[in-house]
Structures are given as structure tokens and as C-alpha cells.
């Protein structure tokens, strides 16, 4: 006979639940209306945004195209950023390296940034109702951790993945997040199960691991000599930042 009893172990319904999408293809079969999204683009935008912010950046205004990037800075006069393929946008003045954003340099500033995959998925997460949205990175993902826990809401991890193929870096990261909170939340999620198996396959050494396997991202930013940016950018805190998204920009959500 069905053990009705056992299937209802499956979901806690006093703990919140966390999903996992391994594509921005994926999004739409989340209901992200009561959730919190976390967007998820390790190699590069979401560490450069949580070490802009972590150096004291003003705000960051996350668009999802170079024109409407050129069009803000030169509105508000800030800094305009990010990139296409991993190689600095036409027509912008700065990259999507965590190391162009030093102290010195971007405190107090507003940055407008774009990317190839995280900034166009915040966007998706925003049309589609999110009820809220955090950015997040192994370079903070401590705040990140600290922020699900205590919020008591729906997650959902939300990977930028590489113009909707699912990569392996952002899957590691989600991975990462699960095997600290899973406690405190109900998951029926076989893309977080397979998330957190992986982590814990490559958690000894994330580079070597992404190395080793030759990952699509690591394979292409290795080609243009950015071995410096995806090893910091598979550092675990380096930065206490929490973009969170209000008012159409990011700003370090401070407890």
C-alpha cells in the first residue's frame, strides 16, 4: 500500500522552500511572486557587483543592454561598465573585473553595469514579479547565507548560467549555498540535489576542480589570460556586501 505518511515527509511545510534554476530558461517554471531571487553569475558580474559595493560604491544600476548603459551614465554621470563575451563592451569605460574596482576608485561612485548573462537574467527575475532580489557570489556568500536564513522566505537560486546553457561554476555556488542552509529550509528540488552534490565533488579546490573539467567559462576567460579574475572569483569572502535590488539599482543592503 502507498505510504501517504512518508510522502509527506518530502515537504516540511513549516520551513520555507528553495528551488534551484540551472538556466535563465528555467526561470518561468518558479514561482519567484513570494520568493527571494538570488542571481547567480560568479565568473564575472556578481562579484564584481559585491566588490564594487564592498569598496564602497554608491549604487550600482544593473541594465540589460549597452545602449540603454551608454545612455544612463551619460544621464547621471556615472560610471558605465561591463561587458559581451568577456571582453570589455564597445562604447563603455570599464570591464567586468572585480580588480578595476578597487577603494580608490569607485567609493562613492554609481556604477551602470552590464553583462552578457546576469544583468539580462536580474531583469527577467524582475518581470516576472519577483518579490525580492539579492545578488550573490562565493565572494560574499556568507551575507548571502546570513540574509536566507534570517528572512524565513521562498528562495530561488537563480543561475546566470552562459546565454541559457547551464554552466558549472554558478551550479557550484548554488550548491555551496544549499550545504549551509539546507536545514532551514524544505527542498524538493532534484536541480538543488544535483547542485549540492557537485559542490561537495569539487569542494576541496574549486579552480582545480573547474580546471580539471574544463569548464566552458573557465576555458573562455583562461583564453583572454583571466586566470587572476576566476580565482578570486571562486574566493569565499572576500567581501560582507548584499547588493540588494530597490528602486531600479543595487545597493549594499546593511542589517
Not at 544583468?119 to 548571502?144: C, P, Q, R, Y
Not at 524538493?188 to 559542490?199: H, I, R, T, V, W
Request: charged share 20%; glycine share 6%.
Amino acid at each position: 500500500m502507498h505510504n501517504i505518511a512518508a510522502n509527506r515527509t518530502f515537504m516540511d511545510t513549516n520551513k520555507p522552500v528553495l528551488f534551484t534554476s540551472v538556466s535563465p530558461a528555467l526561470l518561468h517554471l518558479y514561482d519567484v511572486s513570494q520568493s527571494i531571487v538570488v542571481i547567480i553569475d560568479v565568473l564575472r558580474a556578481t562579484s564584481t557587483i559585491a566588490t564594487a559595493l564592498e569598496n564602497g560604491a554608491k549604487t550600482i544600476i544593473p541594465v540589460d543592454s549597452v545602449a540603454e548603459c551608454i545612455r544612463i551614465g551619460k544621464q547621471i554621470n556615472a560610471i558605465t561598465a561591463g561587458e559581451r563575451d568577456g571582453k570589455v563592451a564597445e562604447g563603455l569605460q570599464y570591464g567586468n573585473s572585480p580588480f578595476e574596482y578597487p577603494k580608490e576608485f569607485i567609493e562613492g561612485k554609481t556604477l551602470v553595469l552590464t553583462t552578457t548573462n546576469g544583468t539580462k537574467l536580474l531583469h527577467m527575475a524582475l518581470n516576472n514579479g519577483a518579490k525580492e532580489i539579492i545578488t550573490g557570489s562565493f565572494a560574499n556568500i556568507d551575507a548571502v547565507c546570513n540574509h536566507l536564513v534570517g528572512k524565513k522566505m521562498n528562495v530561488v537560486l537563480a543561475c546566470a548560467a552562459w546565454k541559457d546553457r547551464v554552466n558549472i561554476e554558478d551550479t557550484l555556488f548554488a550548491g555551496m549555498v544549499i550545504s549551509k542552509i539546507k536545514n532551514h529550509f524544505s527542498i524538493n528540488c532534484d536541480a538543488s540535489q544535483m547542485a549540492e552534490g557537485l559542490y561537495h565533488s569539487a569542494a576541496t579546490d574549486l579552480y582545480a576542480y573547474m580546471e580539471k573539467v574544463n569548464a566552458s567559462h573557465f576555458a573562455r576567460l583562461s583564453s583572454f589570460g583571466l586566470q587572476k579574475d576566476i580565482r578570486f572569483c571562486l574566493t569565499a569572502n572576500t567581501a560582507s556586501a548584499l547588493p540588494l535590488y530597490t528602486d531600479g539599482k543595487l545597493i549594499n543592503h546593511i542589517v
